[in-house]
C-alpha cells in the first residue's frame, strides 16, 4: 500500500474515532474491582460495588465533650475519634461504588434499657426481659434529643441509609441487624441482600456493645466482615469488656484491619 494511502487510512480513522467520541462522550462507568486482603491470615475478595461500609453509633451520647457540650450520657472514652477515619473511609467507598449506611441508636423516653425506667436499679445492673439479660444504661439516644444527633463532625453526605433501632420501648437492639430478642429484624439485611452486597466493614460505638453484636450477626448471616481497628472504641464496662468481644469476633472468623491499610489496599491510599 502506498504510503499516501496508509497516511490517508489512518487520518480517517483519527476523524471517525474523534468523531465516535463526540457523538457518545464517554460516560464515568464504575469500574468494579476486585482484590484479595490478607488480614489475620484471612483471605477476602473485595468489590467496592459489593462493600458496605457500616457506621455504628456515631451519636453524641456516645462521645466525650467536644466544641462547646458538655459530653454525651453515656460517653465512650476516646469515641470522637472514629469520626475521622470513617469519615475518609465513607467518601471513598461512595465515591467508588460502594455502599454507606450509618446506625442510630433512638430509644423512646421511659426506655427498658434506662435503669431510671426501673426503681431501685442503677447503670450496670443486669435485669431479665422474657428470659434475655439486659444491661442497664444511663438515659441515652432519646428521641429527637441531642445526645441521638449524629456527631456533629460525621459527614452524612456519603451515607445512603440510616437505620435508627431500639425503638421500641419495651425491646433493646444493639445489633444494627437484630433486635435484642434476638429475631426482630432491623431491615438492615434486607436492604443489604437487595443490593447484592457481599461484604460489610463495620467502624463505630461501641466495640463491646453495638459494634459487637452487629458485627457477629453480619458474620453469621453470611457476609465477610471487616472491623476498622482504629474506627472503633469501646465502654469498656463491666471491665475487660472489649477484649473479650474482640477474642469472640476473631474466633469468629471476623477480620480486623486499619483504615489506611483498607484505604491503600482499596484505593491506593486517601
Ligand atoms: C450502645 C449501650 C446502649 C452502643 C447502645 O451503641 O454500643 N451501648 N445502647
Ligand atoms: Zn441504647
Not at 60 to 65: L, Q, S, T, V, Y
Not at 126 to 138: C, K, M, R
Request: hydrophobic content about 45%.
Amino acid at each position: 500500500m502506498g504510503y499516501r494511502v496508509q497516511v490517508f487510512i489512518r487520518n480517517l480513522c483519527m476523524i471517525l474515532t474523534r468523531l465516535a467520541y463526540i457523538r457518545c462522550p464517554r460516560t464515568p462507568t464504575p469500574v468494579p474491582f476486585i482484590l484479595t486482603l490478607n488480614y489475620d491470615n484471612l483471605s477476602i475478595m473485595m468489590d467496592i460495588t459489593k462493600t458496605l461500609l457500616l457506621e455504628i453509633d456515631v451519636q453524641n451520647d456516645f462521645c466525650p465533650a467536644y466544641g462547646q457540650n458538655g459530653g454525651g450520657a453515656l460517653a465512650v472514652p476516646e469515641g470522637d475519634a472514629v469520626v475521622k477515619p470513617l469519615n475518609a473511609l465513607a467518601a471513598a467507598v461512595a465515591g467508588a461504588g460502594g455502599f454507606v449506611a450509618a446506625t442510630q441508636d433512638w430509644h423512646p423516653a421511659g426506655h427498658v434499657s434506662f435503669a431510671s425506667s426501673h426503681p431501685g436499679k442503677k447503670t450496670g445492673d443486669v435485669i431479665d426481659i422474657s428470659g434475655q439479660a439486659q444491661g442497664l444504661w444511663p438515659d441515652h439516644c432519646v428521641q429527637g434529643g441531642w445526645g441521638a444527633d449524629f456527631h456533629a463532625g460525621l459527614d452524612l453526605k456519603p451515607v445512603h441509609l440510616i437505620v435508627r433501632k431500639g425503638f421500641r420501648k419495651g425491646l433493646d437492639s444493639y445489633s444494627a441487624f437484630f433486635e435484642n430478642d434476638r429475631k426482630t429484624a432491623t431491615g438492615l439485611e434486607g436492604w443489604i441482600r437487595g443490593l447484592g452486597i457481599d461484604t460489610v466493614i463495620i467502624g463505630g460505638l461501641a466495640t463491646d456493645y453495638c459494634v459487637f453484636f452487629s458485627a457477629m450477626d453480619s458474620k453469621k448471616l453470611g457476609f465477610d466482615t471487616i472491623i476498622i481497628d482504629d474506627a472503633v472504641r469501646g465502654v469498656g464496662l463491666p471491665v475487660g469488656s472489649v477484649e473479650k468481644a474482640v477474642a469472640q469476633m476473631r474466633a469468629s472468623g471476623i477480620a480486623f484491619a486499619g483504615s489506611g491499610e483498607l484505604s491503600v489496599s482499596l484505593f491506593g491510599g486517601f
